[in-house]
């Protein structure tokens, strides 16, 4: 598999388990504010934080755009 798809699954199960959403609600608002094109674009820098680290850095991310 893919390096950064295999981490977008890292987040989007991070994100879920944070939050206590399903895998479907979770995907729902990764789609709805274009989290894994976020996740793609800065895999960079996020790939090296933590896993709390880079939900904060997700919801924040979210929080801009709503």
Same mark, same amino acid.
């Given at each position: 598999?893919?390096?950064? =798809? #295999?981490?977008?699954?890292? $987040?989007?199960?991070?994100? +879920?388990?944070?939050?206590? =959403? #399903?895998?479907?609600?979770? $995907?729902?608002?990764?789609? +709805?504010?274009?989290?894994?094109?976020?996740?793609?674009?800065?895999?960079?820098?996020?790939?090296?934080?933590?896993?709390?680290?880079?939900?904060?850095?997700?919801?924040?991310?979210?929080?801009?755009?709503?």
């Amino acid at each position: 598999m893919d390096k950064i =798809l #295999s981490f977008k699954v890292f $987040c989007l199960e991070s994100y +879920k388990a944070v939050h206590n =959403l #399903s895998g479907t609600a979770a $995907c729902e608002i990764f789609v +709805k504010y274009n989290v894994f094109d976020y996740i793609t674009n800065f895999y960079d820098v996020l790939h090296s934080y933590g896993r709390l680290y880079i939900v904060s850095d997700i919801d924040e991310y979210i929080s801009l755009r709503t």
